[in-house]
């Protein structure tokens, strides 16, 4: 065959066996979903090729170049370099048209070999060969449903290859041939395949009769394929550039003295600076050696503050961007340059932005692969971690927050002073306020962006009169208290810096200034001027409180029950500290679970920080446990242990409260933490709702104490609990294993409004012993008759005089006494 050739896809098939898309290739691209553009103006071009009117002055359309790697040998294998995408997509065209057109005969005897293989064919994956061997060799029948669909939907079609993304993408090409060829493609098969008068052809180019090694074509393959996304991207954005009429700035270049515009400086730094930049990163998101994706990706970031940022006074705009610009869990929408600008994206404030932000990333140049980073301290903002987020588009919400806030003050402060201080605030004000949503996201940016603005540094603007919104509103009160400390001196810089880095803490200590009685001095006087010998004070108090809960919240950081439970335990032994969850229920801080947001509406740093009344109430309780004459920080859990034992032989605390201080199984049995409480009952939750399974709390408590005291309930010799999943149903104490006369019996404790009801079962009352009924009358039972006769059941025997665990027991045992006396006899 000869070297640039004009030849139709159809007419290749005769002078070739095979045409192989090799394993150094990529995947499918053309038919990828977020291509639509690319995909779009290709079928458009074959749309009207195929289409024309008339045949006089017609000329085919021409595809260019493709070239590849071919040897006259017995195996006629067409190994493709450049033209992939192109090729793929007519052998897709081929198939479709010859299906529509009736014409798949003619397709099966020109691409399928004798032994039924197709004569098209993919090397990168063995999935995506099967998929063209079964695309030609299968019959298939058109219906009115998408073609993908139907593919899908075929016997022969595997459902691992949904995992295969070329696969993938020549379904969603095919789709779009479909809705482009709509009603049009009548005849269009022969047409296609005339190599007499074709319509479309392309020119071959074989690159082995040049004798070129395969290094280059590897090193050809990188640049030699049809321009990516960010190619035609950039190609187009620096049109862009040029169009906009406002003057932007001048910038200077390393190797020249006079300045040069916008332009001719982004045209310059792109495609060499940047592009060593984002080479190192090249893998990060698709692992395909070029860095096409990871740049796309920052630049839709960039593009996405500066959208916000514009539009931030406009609510209609806002709102429309969630679906615009966002996808799920805010990761960011792959958008055509023409999509951008028909949101009107593009302005000079995003091409001085974009510049900036891409001139403080690339600094001084890379540093052994990776950016240079600004901060020694990484703890606050770590710089390259997160710039591998981005371009991965893998940047969470408080990610893209912090990156914003980062490099908006390089901008801010050519000297970066004060970065580390800025970059803490920052770092407390999004680690303590939940941004789950893109409105709390958009609230955050432009409370950061408002900072940004301040010429002072970030503590003298918190100290100021300054208010903003945004975050939380407690952080928010915290970190302008601290910055009056931080201002004060050095002592007070190092203890609050070192307590906020407390893993548990993270930034969030408002507790301890309301312990030390910070908090209350601030509110009353807005500042923290209290004279020096006031100031050895509170810097005492705040190091004490500081150190105690820094010891407890390491201890129990991970989990509560490695010591009991006795630090939730100690607290409410001081006040009922819970957290409400709605109604009647209520959270005992006793998990580290991340079901049902417990982290967030649920955990101790929850409810540690600056609050209502009613929280910093709460509060007082745990400052109530440090403060106990008992409590050790060198020795948290015996301490603690010491205080609970206390409570318990106080007449000030009984009931439930009495019960969950004394018996650890009863929080361990709440996975989530949850109970329910009002003035009938007191509920344990295994989970979240009365839809699981779930205890009554005095019953539970009753099964503790009984297998303590086993003996004393002989004969029976077992003793269990039957939770329930309704709230219908009442769950109960279980005692079982004794059999008298033939027959077993049990009996079922549960707790009522206004005291505990005792059931004693088995067989058919009326047809109890003498001597047992005697039993049952002396110790106060009385027949029940249930009205379920066709079970066999016709009652039971009960007793409610009991109000309190302790009596149930003494009348547990003296019933078991009575009866041991029966077996006896």
């Not at 509560?560 to 100690?570: D, H, K, M, P, V």
């Not at 009344?613 to 109530?624: D, L, N, P, R």
Request: proline fraction near 2%; hydrophobic fraction near 35%.
């Amino acid at each position: 065959m000869n070297s640039g050739k004009s030849l139709t896809f159809y007419g290749l098939f005769d002078e070739v066996d095979y045409i192989e898309i090799p394993i150094l290739q990529r995947d499918y691209a053309q038919g990828r979903i977020e291509e639509s553009e690319v995909r779009t103006l290709f079928l458009r071009s074959l749309f009207d090729a195929l289409t024309v009117e008339g045949s006089g002055s017609r000329q085919p359309l021409d595809l260019d170049f493709v070239y590849g790697n071919y040897e006259d040998t017995e195996n006629k294998t067409f190994s493709v370099l450049d033209g992939q995408q192109r090729l793929t997509t007519l052998f897709l065209l081929h198939w479709l048209l010859a299906v529509e057109n009736g014409r798949f005969a003619d397709f099966r005897e020109q691409f399928i070999t004798s032994d039924g293989r197709s004569r098209f064919t993919y090397k990168t994956r063995p999935s995506t060969t099967e998929f063209f061997n079964a695309l030609t060799a299968k019959d298939f029948v058109m219906s009115k449903t998408k073609i993908s669909e139907q593919i899908r939907d075929s016997q022969w079609f595997y459902l691992s290859w949904k995992q295969d993304p070329t696969v993938q993408a020549c379904l969603c090409m095919l789709d779009a041939i479909q809705q482009m060829f709509a009603g049009r493609m009548e005849g269009l098969f022969e047409k296609l395949t005339n190599t007499t008068k074709p319509y479309i052809t392309f020119q071959f180019l074989n690159l082995h009769s040049f004798g070129l090694s395969d290094e280059l074509y590897i090193k050809m393959n990188a640049r030699g394929k049809p321009l990516t996304v960010f190619e035609n991207f950039k190609a187009k954005f620096e049109k862009v550039i040029q169009s906009i009429k406002q003057p932007l700035p001048d910038y200077k270049l390393d190797f020249s003295e006079r300045s040069v515009n916008g332009y001719d400086y982004f045209i310059h730094k792109i495609d060499t600076d940047w592009a060593d930049l984002f080479w190192p990163y090249r893998n990060v998101f698709s692992g395909d050696n070029t860095f096409d994706d990871e740049i796309m990706n920052f630049f839709r970031l960039i593009i996405a503050y500066q959208y916000l940022l514009d539009n931030q006074d406009s609510p209609i705009v806002l709102a429309r961007a969630k679906s615009d610009i966002f996808g799920f869990s805010g990761s960011l929408r792959s958008l055509t340059l023409s999509k951008y600008e028909e949101l009107n994206c593009f302005n000079k404030n995003l091409i001085v932005r974009l510049i900036e932000v891409l001139d403080f990333i690339y600094c001084e140049g890379l540093v052994d692969n990776k950016i240079k980073p600004y901060l020694v301290d990484q703890y606050y903002y770590a710089e390259e971690k997160t710039f591998k987020k981005v371009l991965s588009n893998a940047a969470s919400y408080d990610d893209k927050l912090r990156f914003y806030a980062f490099y908006t003050y390089l901008a801010k402060n050519k000297d970066h002073t004060d970065l580390s201080a800025w970059m803490r605030v920052i770092y407390n004000l999004i680690e303590n306020t939940i941004i789950n949503t893109s409105d709390e996201f958009y609230k955050a940016l432009f409370a950061i962006n408002e900072l940004s603005q301040f010429d002072t540094s970030i503590l003298a603007t918190l100290k100021g009169d300054f208010e903003f919104s945004g975050f939380t509103g407690a952080q928010v009160l915290e970190e302008k208290i601290k910055a009056h400390l931080l201002l004060k001196s050095h002592e007070w810089n190092d203890v609050i810096v070192e307590t906020e880095k407390h893993p548990f803490f993270d930034g969030q200590i408002g507790f301890i200034l309301n312990f030390s009685g910070i908090l209350a001095f601030y509110r009353e006087h807005k500042h923290c001027d209290w004279g020096d010998e006031f100031d050895k004070q509170y810097l005492s108090d705040f190091r004490k409180y500081a150190y105690s809960a820094g010891e407890v919240f390491s201890l129990i950081r991970s989990s509560s029950s490695t010591i009991n439970y006795l630090w939730e335990r100690a607290v409410l032994s001081k006040g009922i500290y819970f957290t409400e969850k709605s109604g009647d229920k209520f959270n005992l801080l006793s998990t580290r679970d991340t079901r049902n947001n417990i982290p967030r509406d649920h955990s101790w740093r929850r409810l540690l920080r600056i609050g209502s009344s009613v929280i910093e109430q709460k509060q007082a309780f745990i400052k109530a446990v440090i403060d106990d004459i008992s409590f050790d920080s060198e020795n948290i859990a015996s301490s603690l242990g010491l205080i609970c034992e206390a409570a318990l032989s106080s007449p000030k605390i009984g009931g439930w409260r009495q019960a969950l201080i004394k018996h650890k199984e009863l929080i361990d049995y709440c996975n989530q933490g949850f109970i329910t409480r009002n003035n009938q009952e007191v509920i344990l939750l295994s989970e979240s709702r009365r839809n699981h399974y779930h205890s009554e709390l005095y019953t539970k408590v009753l099964e503790l104490e009984l297998k303590s005291k086993k003996a004393l309930l002989e004969p029976f010799s077992f003793i269990g609990y039957e939770p329930v999943k309704s709230r219908d149903d009442t769950a109960y104490t279980s005692i079982s294993g004794w059999t008298f006369g033939g027959q077993r019996y049990s009996i079922e404790v549960r707790k009522q409004a206004a005291g505990f009801n005792i059931r004693f079962k088995g067989g058919i009352p009326s047809n109890y012993d003498e001597k047992l009924m005697a039993v049952l009358d002396t110790q106060g039972f009385v027949r029940v008759e249930s009205g379920v006769r066709d079970t066999g059941i016709h009652g039971h025997f009960a007793q409610n005089e009991q109000c309190e665990v302790k009596e149930v027991i003494s009348k547990l045992v003296s019933l078991c006494s009575d009866i041991k006396e029966l077996n006896d006899e």
